[in-house]
């Protein structure tokens, strides 16, 4: 799977939107983009994925670069719910049963 | 649906010793997988399953065992608990869509 980085903690205020950087540059034309989060004391659960388009849904928005290697995850508005490990994963269009490539993410803190 | 469940929720076990950790789905999931997760780093694979019967290894799979008798149930057997072996553990499953599906962890300790 391509590398990806992210930077390790962002720090956003309640009901403000919040914006999550992923830079993939070695990405290939068959990459999934996937995002995940990690609750405290949680398992990771899933937020969105796209390849191209940009991506809606009931939980974020994902804005992907025309040239495919960066994206963001959105939140539209920010609640202290929210706060985690932010995970952004590329997975290949096969889908693939041999698990995510988890790095280490980025920590989102959010004030009240 | 109860979704992936894993037992126990803690385990503390000394060096040497065997354990299973317990996960099961009742989504008719084809694919089950086992991470562990030290302190503040991401997720590794540790073994994986494509189905009833079939399973490989993932990233990190010394010292682990794992079999797939059941489309429902993916346990992982530590063979001879050694202290590296103190993590979290998830268990996770997914259909042949992309999302995959976590249970809550099980904290292990080794002392």
């Known amino acids: 799977d391509a590398k990806t980085t992210q930077p390790n903690s962002m720090e956003s205020n309640e009901e403000e939107p919040v914006h999550l950087p992923c830079n993939h540059s070695t990405i290939s034309g068959t990459d999934y983009i996937h995002w995940y989060r990690q609750l405290p004391s949680q398992g990771p659960e899933y937020v969105i994925h796209g390849l191209t388009s940009n991506v809606n849904n009931r939980m974020a928005s994902l804005a992907i670069a025309e040239d495919r290697k960066s994206s963001t995850l959105i939140l539209h508005r920010a609640t202290l719910r929210d706060a985690a490990v932010y995970y952004c994963?590329?997975?290949?269009?096969?889908?693939?049963?041999?698990?995510?490539?988890f790095g280490k993410g980025t920590h989102l803190i959010i004030q009240p | 649906n109860a979704g992936v469940t894993q037992t126990p929720k803690f385990q503390v076990l000394k060096t040497g010793q065997s354990m299973t950790l317990q996960c099961a789905q009742d989504?008719?999931?084809?694919?089950m997988s086992w991470y562990r997760q030290d302190p503040g780093m991401g997720l590794r694979l540790i073994h994986y399953s494509v189905g009833a019967g079939i399973t490989d290894q993932g990233e990190v799979p010394n010292g682990y065992n794992v079999s797939r008798s059941t489309t429902e149930d993916f346990p992982l057997r530590l063979l001879s608990a050694a202290p590296s072996q103190t993590s979290v553990y998830f268990c996770a499953s997914k259909n042949r869509a992309y999302e995959q599906y976590f249970g809550p962890g099980t904290r292990l300790t080794v002392t």
């Open positions: 994963i590329l997975r290949d269009a096969g889908g693939g049963a041999d698990g995510l490539t």
């Open positions: 989504m008719n999931h084809e694919y």
